[in-house]
Structures are given as structure tokens and as C-alpha cells.
């Protein structure tokens, strides 16, 4: 964490356009900005007047914290609000993945164009990568993790699968914190 004009921020990494890593800087958000969000995670397809007038905003205040937001990346693409079964792709497992240290940023390009992998990760401890995927069925799985195995610099993967979702990706109980 970096302390900025006693605001505190993040400093996260996102891969620009020309795959180079650039620094993004999140600002904390503040208790107006989560009233808003909160206020979004209840009807995400409010129109910002009536959002405003609900929360006791001005238009202009709502419509700029949500510009600020998400050119600062706090917020997710809406695409992320896509259920990957209503896409066929109901199959869903971690494959983590042990790599050649040396060709890591070529291990992370190949990982980001196949499709089924949604994110990934680098976690402390043993393994390098933790890759979070969906796939059609189980056999489909299989050609996923063979896929991701021979990426450039990544040497061994291990895969296991979803047997059942019991508590979906949230954020409102930290909105409401």
C-alpha cells in the first residue's frame, strides 16, 4: 500500500494494449462512492438520476464517481456479470500451474488468449499460478488444461474441478462493512 495526499491506494499491475505491465492506482473508496455501488449491486440497471435522487445526490456527483471508478479499474468489466453455464460452459475448476521462471510474461500472454481461462492469480507459496477456468464438459476440461499445460514456460499443471458453487463471487457484505 502507498500512502497518496493521505488517501490509501493500491498499486495493482494490468496488461495495456501493448503487453507491456502498467501500474494502476486504486483509491480507497469512500462512503459515498460505496452508497452508490451499494445502491448498483441492488438494481444494476438504475438510471443514474433516479440512483442519484434515491441516494440524495447530485447527477453530476453519481456520474463522475462512477467515471473516476472505473478508469481507475475498481470496477469490474460488466461482462464479469455473465454466468459462464448460460454460456455452455457450466464446467469450472482451478488448474495451477508450475512454471520456468524465466518465461513468465510469455506464460501469461498465451494464458490470456484462451478463452475459457477467466482469471488468474499468483499466489505465495509453491505453486506459480492458480488459473481459475470454465469448460463445456468434463472432456472439454481436459482440453483446457492440456492447452494451458503447453503454454510457453509453463512445465507441470494440476487440475481440479468444481463439484458445486456454494458461496458465488460477492461483494455486498463489503460494501455494506
Known amino acids: 500500500m502507498v500512502q497518496q495526499t493521505g488517501v490509501e491506494v493500491d498499486n495493482l499491475t494490468n496488461q495495456s494494449r501493448n503487453n507491456e505491465q502498467?501500474?494502476?492506482?486504486?483509491?480507497?473508496?469512500?462512503?459515498?462512492?460505496?452508497?452508490?455501488?451499494?445502491?448498483?449491486?441492488?438494481?444494476?440497471?438504475?438510471?443514474?438520476?433516479?440512483?442519484?435522487?434515491?441516494?440524495?445526490?447530485?447527477?453530476?456527483?453519481?456520474?463522475?464517481?462512477?467515471?473516476?471508478?472505473?478508469?481507475?479499474?475498481?470496477?469490474?468489466?460488466?461482462?464479469?456479470?455473465?454466468?459462464?453455464?448460460?454460456?455452455?460452459?457450466g464446467v469450472g475448476a482451478v488448474v495451477s500451474a508450475e512454471l520456468d521462471q524465466s518465461h513468465l510474461n510469455e506464460a501469461i500472454a498465451a494464458l490470456r488468449t484462451i478463452p475459457e481461462v477467466l482469471e488468474c492469480h499468483a499466489p505465495a507459496g509453491d505453486t506459480d499460478l492458480l488459473i481459475r477456468v470454465v469448460a463445456k464438459s468434463p472432456d472439454d476440461l481436459y482440453r483446457v488444461s492440456e492447452e494451458i499445460r503447453l503454454c510457453p514456460g509453463i512445465v507441470r499443471t494440476s487440475t481440479s474441478m468444481f463439484l458445486r458453487e456454494v458461496i458465488p463471487y460477492r461483494t455486498t457484505g463489503l460494501l455494506e462493512a
Open 22 to 89: 502498467e501500474v494502476v492506482i486504486l483509491q480507497e473508496l469512500d462512503e459515498t462512492d460505496r452508497r452508490i455501488l451499494a445502491g448498483l449491486d441492488e438494481d444494476p440497471r438504475v438510471p443514474i438520476m433516479v440512483l442519484a435522487q434515491k441516494l440524495g445526490l447530485a447527477r453530476g456527483t453519481v456520474q463522475s464517481r462512477l467515471e473516476r471508478m472505473s478508469a481507475s479499474g475498481a470496477l469490474r468489466p460488466n461482462s464479469s456479470r455473465v454466468l459462464p453455464s448460460a454460456l455452455g460452459r
